[in-house]
């Protein structure tokens, strides 16, 4: 069995050592550094959370990080408490008043929704920020919110090391050509479905 063992880690470390070459090769080959268009949408859990994620490592990495909220409005929520704790680092502002079936109010929605861009737009075009987190602006443009077209015109003119990371569901196609890295969270299971409430430390 010793014997058997030793042969099976021996061929373990030489595939680890073929693979660790390739990659290699792979990872020299990548040489551009750049500001990414980033989107988070599908029907699964995760968009913002991966989304604040990355924010929590720009902290890390002592870099600007503005997060502007579409469609949520001021609750208490677990990240706000944590991102209130860098505030030369972050800033994290909620400017929407909530679900849109819940508001009821397409006019005060699309107002909202104008001056949360309005935000996103000066802190994208300030090269002070180093990356901006759109929060649920798809929803916005599914809704026809906001003309899809002027997010389109300031991402291609967005300083060249800037983040922008739009989540929500329904991205549209147009948004998703543009973008560097589009991630579709699937839908699996969700225990909401189960009867199981919101939680904090979860959904907030």
């Known amino acids: 069995m010793p014997l058997e063992n030793a042969n099976i880690d021996l061929k373990h470390k030489e595939k680890m050592k073929k693979i660790q070459i390739v990659k290699a090769k792979i990872l020299?080959?990548?040489t551009v550094e750049k500001g990414l268009v980033?989107?988070?949408?599908?029907?699964?859990?995760?968009?913002?959370t991966a989304a604040l994620g990355m924010a929590i490592r720009m902290?890390?990495?002592?870099?600007?990080?503005?997060i502007i909220q579409f469609i949520k409005g001021a609750m208490d929520t677990g990240e706000q408490a944590v991102f209130d704790a860098?505030?030369?680092?972050?800033?994290?502002?909620?400017?929407?008043?909530g679900f849109t079936w819940d508001t009821q109010d397409r006019a005060a929605d699309i107002a909202n929704v104008r001056a949360a861009w309005e935000v996103c737009k000066s802190r994208i075009?300030?090269?002070?920020?180093?990356m901006v987190i759109c929060d649920e602006l798809n929803i916005a443009l599914r809704y026809d919110y906001l003309p899809l077209e002027e997010v389109l015109e300031v991402l291609?003119?967005?300083?060249?090391d800037t983040h922008v990371v739009i989540t929500g569901r329904?991205?549209?196609?147009?948004?998703?050509?543009?973008?560097?890295?589009?991630?579709?969270?699937?839908?699996v299971k969700h225990p909401f479905r189960s009867g199981v409430k919101a939680q904090a430390g979860v959904e907030f």
């Open 28 to 30: 020299a080959g990548k």
């Open 38 to 48: 980033i989107v988070h949408t599908g029907a699964g859990k995760g968009k913002t």
């Open 59 to 66: 902290i890390g990495h002592g870099m600007k990080v503005s």
């Open 86 to 97: 860098f505030p030369d680092l972050v800033e994290m502002r909620p400017m929407g008043e």
């Open 125 to 130: 075009m300030d090269p002070e920020w180093k």
């Open 156 to 160: 291609a003119n967005k300083p060249e």
């Open 170 to 187: 329904n991205a549209r196609e147009e948004l998703i050509a543009v973008a560097d890295l589009v991630t579709e969270m699937s839908l």
